[in-house]
């Protein structure tokens, strides 16, 4: 049932101004489900209107341009609302589910010249500026305290010790093939084999420079945007990794390889030249499902109420 106006006919949702409001509520359906019990309605709201067009009818990514999905929740292109300062919780945009994945922790005015860069350095080899790092709200992985029990050493160390790393070259651990530095991110976590692989491929003079972007990779500071992490190119499938910094695994959740070179390349086109994001994203490993949330959140549930 769609409430009445004053003059018999069906009230337009203030919002869209499209459809009808319902009878019990002052927006329409669509409308209502993004504002009603929700945190900073009226901040939602300013940017629904502005996000808002009529030809054709709906609402538009503020970064792509393109329409948004009102509907299917388990799709990538999901409206969803985006800060565009972190912390500032009345500046909202309303923007695709993949793209405020994408867009991260990062303010709008750290987020474009990043993805400049990135485009630059894959596609012109034109060097990844570290001044250019700079991310405020980056809150990373905290040190863990039980992180010696979380490397998997062998059982069975070496009769006798190594001359050399064989990662880097550095003086070994006793009775160890690596240094101090290499063997808590050779040991952690599993897939070891494929850790050291990528770490070899990184490692110049003893120096770890990311793979997609060329920049020296932090290895003490865990919370530093360029902490060194390893990500899967085809996400879900084991072996492979490539060693990145912590901002760049981010940036490619649920994205493989090629849709993450993809989007760096419409973005910077969309900076330089204006237009809407055109090109096709297969958006194969997607996993920001509904029941892959409700997953994770019972998941963080469990541990706050193991590790109080």
């Known amino acids: 049932m769609y ?6 006919k069906p009230a337009i949702c203030p919002v869209c101004e ?12 669509e409308c209502g489900k993004f ?19 009529f030809n054709p009818p709906g609402f538009r990514c503020y970064y792509t341009g393109r329409l948004l999905e009102l509907y299917d929740e388990n799709s990538p292109h999901y409206a969803s609302f985006d800060h565009r300062t972190p912390g500032d919780k009345w500046d909202l945009v309303m923007c695709e589910r993949w793209v405020n994945s994408f867009k991260g922790p990062m303010s709008e005015k750290e987020f474009w010249p990043i993805v400049l860069a990135l485009d630059d350095w894959h596609f012109k080899r034109i060097p990844f500026l570290i001044e250019i790092v700079k991310i405020a709200a980056w809150h990373g992985n905290k040190p863990r305290r ?18 050399f790393c064989d990662i880097c ?12 530095v290499c063997a808590p991110f050779y040991y952690r976590c599993g897939e070891n084999l494929a850790r050291g692989a990528a770490m070899k491929r990184a490692c110049r003079n003893r120096v770890f420079y990311c793979e997609y972007t060329g920049l020296p990779m932090e290895l003490e ?11 899967h190119p085809i996400p879900g499938k084991k072996g492979g990794l490539r060693a990145v910094v912590a901002f760049v695994n981010r940036m490619m959740t649920d994205l493989s390889e090629d849709d993450f070179w ?18 096709a994203m297969d958006f194969k490993y997607w996993r920001r499902t509904k029941k892959a949330r409700a997953k994770r959140k019972a998941t963080r549930k469990r541990r706050r109420s193991q590790n109080p």
């Open 3 to 8: 409430r009445q106006g004053t003059d018999g």
């Open 18 to 29: 499209i459809r009808a409001r319902l009878e019990h509520s002052f927006f329409c359906f």
């Open 35 to 53: 504002l009603l019990h929700k945190p900073q309605q009226s901040a939602r709201r300013k940017a629904m209107e502005r996000a808002r067009c």
């Open 146 to 163: 039980d992180r010696r029990r979380k490397l998997h050493f062998p059982l069975l160390p070496l009769r006798e010790c190594a001359e």
């Open 169 to 180: 070259g550095a003086k070994p651990l006793p009775r160890s093939k690596y240094c101090a």
């Open 221 to 231: 500071d865990t919370e530093s945007p360029r902490y060194m992490e390893f990500h």
């Open 262 to 279: 993809t989007a760096v390349h419409e973005f910077a086109r969309i900076r330089r030249e204006g237009g809407e994001f055109g090109a």
